[in-house]
């Protein structure tokens, strides 16, 4: 399956440079990203947390330690057992009436572990052409959804590292705090934007091959010229970026360079061989 990618006329060094963003949370455009509806903990929740919180540490660690690249795991897991005595207080600050203030510190942790690549099943969205190629006028580019570069899950309990299909409901998904085996709420989105068809695939920013500051951190993942499948050059793109194609294009020889024109018969594009 070949999954695409909106860009702007400005992001073709995802093309010249082989490296896309991965971008983190709270520099998504949708407020709503990444705000599951949180439920407090019960008293029979608070009870096994207690009695098994070295086990749940252990959990924790064997599922994240990629997300703790200066500190052994070791010294990370004595340091979360050192919190134990502060349980308490924990279970008080995460009742029903606090959880408001729980979301900006969940927010924040996100933003500086992990980073999103999202990516679409069509290459013909007017809407996306519009909202996300500055008006028609960038590139689509094509993945390969089979390349290595979407398959870096360190194991079957990894959950980073491998294309996700993004489900979208009315509702906000529902998580849990003590619940450690579910990411659903990374792939869930409101139902208006189920016209993007999306997949998304999220790795820790530790791994990124390169970080630029831009004012904020811009974690850039590299790929291999094999990973491209398909360029589709927006109908508005200017004579310069429809050059600079040409030129990229011999990089990139499993990739097919095509171009989208306006359909004369229905509002829609149509997507041809490039002339």
């Given at each position: 399956m070949i999954l695409y990618k909106y860009l702007q006329p400005v992001r073709l060094d995802v093309l010249r440079h082989r490296r896309i963003r991965f971008t983190q949370p709270g520099d998504?455009?949708?407020?709503?990203?990444?705000?599951?509806?949180?439920?407090?903990?019960?008293?029979?929740?608070?009870?096994?947390?207690?009695?098994?919180?070295?086990?749940?540490?252990d959990q924790l660690l064997e599922r994240f330690h990629a997300l703790t690249p200066i500190l052994t795991?070791?010294?990370?897991?004595?340091?979360?057992?050192?919190?134990?005595?502060?349980?308490?207080?924990?279970?008080?600050?995460?009742?029903?009436?606090e959880l408001q203030l729980v979301a900006p510190a969940i927010d924040k942790l996100l933003s500086l572990n992990v980073g999103v690549l999202c990516l679409s099943?069509?290459?013909?969205?007017?809407?996306?052409?519009?909202?996300?190629?500055?008006?028609?006028?960038?590139?689509?580019?094509?993945?390969?959804?089979?390349?290595?570069?979407f398959s870096k899950r360190g194991n079957d309990l990894d959950d980073f590292g491998f294309l996700r299909q993004v489900n979208y409901q009315l509702d906000r998904?529902?998580?849990?705090?003590?619940?450690?085996?579910?990411l659903a709420w990374f792939q869930t989105k409101?139902?208006?934007?189920?016209?993007e068809k999306e997949w998304r695939i999220v790795r820790p920013l530790s791994e990124a091959d390169r970080v630029d500051m831009n004012p904020s951190p811009v974690c850039l993942f590299?790929?291999?010229?094999?990973?491209?499948?398909?360029?589709?050059?927006?109908?508005?793109?200017?004579?310069?970026?429809i050059q600079e194609i040409r030129d990229i294009a011999g990089t990139f020889p499993w990739a097919a360079v095509l171009k989208a024109r306006e359909d004369p018969h229905r509002y829609g594009l149509l997507i041809e061989e490039f002339d």
């Open positions: 998504f455009n949708d407020p709503f990203e990444f705000r599951p509806q949180i439920e407090a903990a019960t008293d029979d929740v608070r009870a096994y947390v207690e009695d098994n919180f070295e086990v749940l540490v795991d070791a010294n990370v897991r004595n340091l979360l057992l050192s919190l134990k005595p502060m349980l308490p207080e924990v279970f008080r600050m995460v009742q029903t009436e099943e069509v290459r013909d969205s007017i809407l996306m052409w519009g909202h996300y190629t500055d008006s028609h006028r960038g590139v689509v580019v094509g993945f390969d959804s089979t390349n290595p570069f998904p529902q998580v849990k705090l003590t619940d450690t085996t579910s409101s139902a208006d934007w189920a016209y590299e790929f291999a010229p094999d990973a491209v499948r398909e360029i589709v050059v927006g109908m508005r793109a200017a004579p310069s970026l």
